[in-house]
Nanobody
Framework: LQLVESGGGLVQAGASLRLPCTAS????????MGWFRQADGKRREFVAA????????YYGDSVKGRFTISGDNAKNTLYLQMNSLKPEDTAVYYC????????????????WGKGTLVTVSS
């Protein structure tokens, strides 16, 4: 499986970006796909996930109401629409397969791409 993220870049606070993640190779996880991010010197942070069956979505507290996850099965592509970006959103964003999302446990990632850098200036 290959997961290739794109769409990152440098934007000003308040701007929007859409990150696509294209999957190729074997069939993607039958459970969920999602995004996490990691800023310099900080721990990995869950951003969003989309259940493959049923379409339930999950969001990290810091992005709720601003980010939207969606998927296009025909294109094997996962998207992360990011609106009202803040400097604290600056991080490398990774597209990932998940084997668990939702309470009571932390998300469990089984595979991820190389990431795309998003930098938000103030």
């Amino acid at each position: 499986l290959q997961l290739v993220e794109s769409g990152g870049g440098l934007v000003q606070a308040g701007a929007s970006l859409r990150l696509p993640c294209t999957a190729s190779g074997r069939t993607i996880s039958p459970y969920a796909m999602g995004w996490f991010r990691q800023a310099d010197g900080k721990r990995r942070e869950f951003v969003a996930a989309l259940r493959t069956v049923g379409g339930d979505t999950y969001y990290g507290d810091s992005v709720k109401g601003r980010f939207t996850i969606s998927g296009d099965n025909a294109k094997n592509t996962l998207y992360l629409q990011m609106n009202s970006l803040k400097p604290e959103d600056t991080a490398v964003y990774y597209c990932a397969e998940l084997t668990w999302v939702g309470p009571p446990r932390d998300p469990v990632y089984s595979y991820w791409g190389k990431g795309t850098l998003v930098t938000v200036s103030s």
